[in-house]
Each structure stands twice: as structure tokens, then as C-alpha cells.
């Protein structure tokens, strides 16, 4: 084997390491086990192509249907030359010994021109061809793995018998290919190891059709690298979560996705049918019921990492199927929880960026501790000058006085939603979601929701018809929502009744509106589903669960605040889209 070299280059375009690579079998190259350098490409595309991926004008697409069919016929021709040959395009495996960020970091203690000698340099390394350049009797390929990007330097002198040939000829972008040599990428020898048949976007252009990033998200990771780094810092942010809570004594457990009765929330939820048992599941909608089940049971610090499953609406926060944590602490009320929703966050941030100073979109966001805390009667009144705790029980007063706030004559669409709000408590949680949600920039605990909104939070000690309820907004986001939990089973019993009637009510006028040919009200899409009381988890209570503070925090939504995405879609690999036409 030649002597190795390892050397940075003088082109300030280039990247700054090369691979020189030696000899391997070149009758199968992509089953080398051979200790020389190795490298698995993706190839720029050959001659044959050029003229089909020429820069397209800002009004075109950069690769058009015919365009695309043209090079896959190409690309399946070469696939029969490489085969042909001998070889297959399509390898079993290619043995490495770094990523191409670990050559960068080995070797970036030489300078330009310097050169590394010595066998304990040979390296093998794979990835993906992104980029070449030809200049007669060499090329330039760009390779890129999971971890960077290094150059590889191909000489037809230094390749075996018409390998050079095959290089210009076979290879494309898009192909992942196997090298062998010395570092400084003076390639001696290749294999392909798979042979792209689709073109990549173009590389002016890139992946820019937002629906198609999303719809095919292996090719928005491969045109727009950023997009994997974000996927990367979700990874880290939900092992950080992992760590947080192991390191607080909770135990994480599993819960069913399958469920008898779709509890926990007030969502419309997904249905299936089991042939065997001859009955409707149901997804779940929350983890809920089933972690406070395993308190009764005697676990004291429960948590599960799950996906939350509700047929609603789409949005920029919004995706059928969602991630959360949710925990259960026994012993301890929401206070406790607010302190373990700082702990976490403040702990992601830190893992993400190394400081709690953050932007998001546009915004300066600072999560340095305490943050502030605040109920929802005092920023209500804040926002709007009304004071709902003097209103007491009387609706229609408090329907007079939020359409006013709401700018919004009675009896309009527009004050559909405070219309329809069976209690004080219902209308205040609307204004509060109107006026005051969005302005939550910063870090804030909104405290003591109505009663009315939270049927499964323990009543407030000291002030009767709230609860001890808290959610946490940043950036006007509902991040995470906690209680004191309501441990009495016939108090628990009698709110949950009390809101299956309330939704049959809203459903059966719903009902009455269509049959009467009316045009559907805004806010009445979701009532067709039944909701059902689950009776089992009442009988659990009855057991006995002990005091318990619980908290539900979206994961997606984080991921979003710590990458600075502002869709959901961003921070989900593969989100539910519509049906393509």
C-alpha cells in the first residue's frame, strides 16, 4: 500500500481535507474489509444529465416531469452497464472506520500543503456524493454522511483500469459509491454501492416547495441538510427529558394507544374497530387515566413519552398525532409540578444551545428562573379592566361584558364562542384565550382555572370555583398544562357526567341546525362523536389514589421554541398531509 498522505487544500472553495485512497478489489468493491480509506458517495451527475439540470429560470420548476422520467430511463440504463460489468449497484454493506467530521477533527492541526505519513492514517469512510467537478484527468466529488462533508480527490493515473471512465459515465449525484485509498481522497479505487435513479433537487434552487419538504422528507434532509439538524436536536431534547426525569426518581412506563373509552381530554378521537373482540377502540387522546391507574396501584413518580392521537384540525401547531410527556408525582400538588416544568426546559436549552437566552422567531426569549406567575382572573382583568370574580353566576352579564371586550355585538357569528359558553367560567377562559393568550411572550404560569374547564383538577382550597390548574405559555403557546389532581372519586364522577351532558346538548343542537338545512355554526365541527364516561378508571379512584400533582408538556411544541421552527410540520419528520391530487 502506498505510503498515506494527508494533506489541506490550498482552494479556499474546497473543503480542507482530502482522502487518498489505495487499491481495493475491483471486482467487488462494495465488499471490501479491506483497513484503507473508504468512502460511500452520492456522484454528481455525468454528461448525459448535464443538459437536463442546467439552472432553471425563478419562474420554472427546477426538474420537470419529463425531465425526471428522461434521467430515470438514464439512470436504469446504467444500472444494467454496471451489472453488465459484474457489479451490483446495490451493495450489502461497506465496513468504516470514521465520519467524515472525525477526519476533519483528526487532521485539522495541518496546515496547507502539509503532508501525514504513516499506515496507522488509513481510514474508510461512506456517505453521500453531493457535488462534483471534472477538470480532464481529475475530479472533485463532495461527499457527505451524518456527520459533515470531506472531498474526495479522483486522478485517472491513480485508478485501476478504466475506472476513471466508469466514474465520468456511471456515477451520478445522487448515487451512494464506495472508495478506497489514503487521505487526501486521491481515489485508486470504487464501487458503487447504490445507484440513485431520481435526480436531486437543483442545487441553486433546492427543495423550495413547502408541501413537497414535507410530503418527501427524505429528499428535504438530502437538498437541505439544516432541516436533519433540527431532528437531531429533537433526539437530544427528548433524551435531556429522559435524564431529567430519571434523575428525579420518576420511572418511565407504557400505557395503551388502543383504548375502550378515549379519555383524559376534551378531543375528538380517532376510531378502529378490533374483528376479534367484535368492538370499537379507540386511539388515545391523552396518557392521563391510565399513569394516574398505576398511582393507585402504588407507583409514586410515573412518566410516559408517548404519541397523543386526536382527529382536530391541522395548523401550524397543530397535527393529529402529537408527543408529549406526561408524569405523576404522589404526594405533591401543581406547585411542585411548575418547579419541574422549569427544571426541564431550562435543562433542554441548555443541552440545545448552551444558554437560556433564545430567539424565536423574531423574538428575544429569556428563560432564566423564576418566571412569572399569574392567575387568570388578574391578567384578564389586566387586559380588559373586568373583573369576573365580581360577575359571580350570572352568564348573560358576563356574555354582555366580554362581547364588549371582544369588540362583538351579541347575537353576531362573531360571538358564536361566548354564546355558546354554558358558565361564567367558560366565558372567561374565552376572553382569557382571545385577548390575553397571544400576548404571552415570555415564560409565563397561567394559575387557578374555573372549575368548569378542568374536570379532572382538584378544587382550589382557598378560592371555590377554581381549581389548582396551571398551563405554561411562551411565546403565546400552550406548552404544558398541570393540576393538583382530584382524587375524590364522586366529586370526579359527578364533573365528568356533568360534561358528557354538556357535550350531547351542544351535539343534539348541532344535530337540529342540519336537519333544518341551517348553515353550521362556527366551532360545532368536532361534536359528532360520542363521549363516554370510563368507568373503570372511576372504579380505580374508588380504590384509592393518593394527593398527586400531574403534568402533560408538548414535546413538538418544544422542539419548535428550542430550533427556532415555526411550524409543527418543521419538527416532525413525516406529519399527516392531505390526500395529493
Known amino acids: 500500500m502506498e505510503a498515506l498522505k494527508a494533506w489541506r487544500a490550498a482552494s479556499s472553495h474546497s473543503l480542507r481535507h482530502f482522502i487518498h485512497y489505495a487499491a481495493t478489489s475491483p471486482s467487488k468493491p462494495y465488499t471490501t474489509t479491506t483497513t484503507t480509506t473508504t468512502t460511500t458517495v452520492r456522484c454528481c451527475s455525468s454528461a448525459a444529465e448535464t443538459v437536463n439540470r442546467r439552472r432553471p429560470s425563478s419562474s420554472s420548476s427546477s426538474t420537470n416531469t419529463s425531465d425526471r422520467e428522461a434521467i430515470r430511463a438514464i439512470r436504469l440504463k446504467k444500472v444494467e452497464e454496471i451489472r453488465s460489468k459484474g457489479q451490483e449497484p446495490y451493495a450489502y454493506r461497506w465496513d468504516r472506520t470514521h465520519s467524515a467530521n472525525q477526519l476533519q477533527d483528526i487532521y485539522k492541526h495541518l496546515g496547507n500543503g502539509e503532508e501525514s505519513n504513516g499506515e496507522e492514517d488509513s481510514v474508510s469512510i461512506a456517505g453521500r456524493i453531493v457535488a462534483r467537478r471534472a477538470f480532464g484527468k481529475l475530479a472533485f466529488l463532495t461527499l457527505r454522511d451524518d456527520s459533515g462533508k470531506i472531498q474526495l480527490y479522483c486522478e485517472k493515473e491513480r485508478l485501476q483500469e478504466n475506472q476513471f471512465e466508469q466514474l465520468k459515465m456511471l456515477v451520478d449525484v445522487g448515487d451512494i459509491l464506495g472508495a478506497s485509498g489514503e487521505l487526501s481522497v486521491c481515489v485508486n479505487s470504487f464501487g458503487i454501492l447504490t445507484k440513485s435513479l431520481l435526480p436531486l433537487p437543483d442545487k441553486f434552487h433546492g427543495l423550495t416547495d413547502i408541501d413537497k419538504r414535507y410530503r418527501q422528507r427524505y429528499v428535504d434532509m438530502i437538498a437541505n441538510p439544516e432541516v436533519a439538524d433540527v431532528f437531531r436536536a429533537r433526539a437530544k431534547i427528548v433524551s435531556e427529558i ?134 387568570m382572573h388578574n391578567l384578564v ?114 364533573r365528568l357526567e356533568k360534561q358528557v351532558k354538556q357535550h350531547n346538548e351542544k351535539r343534539a343542537t348541532n344535530d337540529l341546525q342540519i336537519k333544518a338545512g341551517e348553515e353550521k355554526s362556527k366551532g360545532t365541527d368536532d361534536l359528532s362523536y360520542d363521549v363516554s364516561l370510563d368507568e373503570d378508571f372511576l372504579t380505580a379512584l374508588e380504590y384509592g389514589m393518593p394527593p398527586a400533582s400531574g403534568m402533560g408538556l408538548g414535546i413538538d411544541r418544544l422542539v419548535m421554541l428550542l430550533t427556532n421552527s415555526a411550524s409543527i410540520r418543521d419538527v416532525i419528520a413525516f406529519p399527516v398531509l392531505k390526500v395529493q391530487q
Open 242 to 375: 429522559r435524564k431529567t426525569m430519571e434523575s428525579m426518581g420518576f420511572l418511565e412506563v407504557e400505557t395503551p394507544v388502543l383504548q375502550g373509552a378515549a379519555g383524559g381530554a376534551e378531543a375528538r378521537p380517532f376510531v378502529t374497530y378490533h374483528n376479534s373482540l367484535g368492538r370499537d377502540l379507540y386511539l388515545r387522546i391523552a396518557t392521563e387515566l391510565h399513569l394516574k391507574r398505576m398511582l393507585v396501584g402504588g407507583f409514586e413518580k410515573v412518566y410516559e413519552i408517548g404519541r397523543i392521537f386526536r382527529n382536530e384540525g391541522i395548523s401550524t401547531r397543530h397535527n393529529p398525532e402529537f408527543t408529549t410527556i406526561e408524569m405523576y408525582e404522589a404526594y405533591s400538588d401543581y406547585q411542585s409540578m411548575m418547579n419541574m416544568a422549569e427544571e426541564i426546559i431550562v435543562r433542554c436549552a441548555l443541552a440545545v444551545h448552551g444558554s437560556l437566552n433564545i430567539d424565536y422567531q423574531g423574538s428575544k426569549i429569556c428563560l432564566e428562573r423564576p418566571w412569572r406567575r399569574e392567575t
Open 381 to 494: 382583568k389586566e387586559a380588559t379592566g373586568i373583573d369576573f370574580s365580581e360577575l359571580g353566576d350570572d352568564v348573560e352579564a358576563a356574555k354582555d361584558v366580554a362581547t364588549r371586550a371582544l369588540g362583538v355585538n351579541r347575537g353576531g357569528k362573531d360571538a358564536f364562542s361566548i354564546e355558546t359558553c354554558p358558565s361564567v367560567g367558560h366565558i372567561l377562559n374565552e376572553v382569557f384565550e382571545t385577548v390575553v393568550e397571544p400576548t404571552l411572550v415570555q415564560p409565563t404560569f397561567v394559575l387557578d382555572y374555573p372549575i368548569e374547564v378542568s374536570p379532572l383538577a382538584k378544587p382550589h382550597r382557598r378560592h371555590p370555583g377554581l381549581t389548582e390548574r396551571f398551563e405554561l405559555f411562551i411565546y403565546g403557546r400552550e406548552l404544558a398544562n398541570a393540576f393538583s389532581e382530584l382524587t375524590d372519586p364522586i366529586d370526579q364522577r359527578e
